[in-house]
């Protein structure tokens, strides 16, 4: 999942060529991606991960980075089983 993130940052929502991206790198705060290009992540994340964000999940401390981005999914999949 790691990789499909970064190569989706990479090759669509970047607002500059890049050629790494690190895993604490801070998205918007770096303006690696803007405030449109965040909610088209959201989206592609809820596809590619199979889970569906809530309004009230789209925070910051959520998908800051890609490591706050690949918690937040390991805790929603856990979450998702625990409940099925």
């Not at 401390?61 to 979450?79: C, G, Q």
């Amino acid at each position: 999942m790691k990789n499909k993130i970064i190569d989706y940052i990479k090759s669509d929502l970047a607002t500059e060529t890049v050629e790494e991206i690190g895993l604490n790198e801070d998205l918007l705060g770096s303006g690696l991606v803007d405030s449109v290009g965040m909610v088209q992540l959201v989206l592609f994340i809820e596809n590619e991960g199979e889970i569906k964000v809530a309004p009230e999940e789209m925070t910051i401390e959520n998908f800051m980075t890609i490591s706050h981005i690949l918690e937040y999914i390991k805790r929603k999949r856990d979450t998702e089983t625990k409940q099925s």
